[in-house]
């Protein structure tokens, strides 16, 4: 299983963290499966957007209708040394 297909299915990415801006159709039904994911979103505006180091099936969410649209940003942290001494 490649690193891109662990991502797909869940699994956490070490290095990398995913945000996700979603207008959301089903409220508390997202919400519901957000959390089984373990991923806490705020509650109540259609337009929510977290962060988690998992990379999740949004388009599955919006097959289900779940959700309107969604946008996923990958985000990579690099360590650089600046200064040794």
Do not use: C
């Not at 962060?51 to 949004?58: E, G, H, P």
């Amino acid at each position: 299983m490649s690193l891109t297909d662990e991502a797909a299915q869940g699994l956490e990415t070490p290095g990398i963290e995913y945000r996700y801006i979603v207008h959301v159709r089903a409220l508390e039904a997202f919400g519901n499966r957000m959390r089984r994911e373990g991923t806490i979103i705020p509650e109540g505006p259609a337009h929510v957007s977290f962060s988690t180091n998992k990379r999740l099936d949004m388009k599955e969410l919006r097959e289900d209708g779940l959700i309107w649209s969604y946008s996923i940003i990958r985000v990579t942290r690099a360590e650089d040394i600046l200064e040794e001494g």
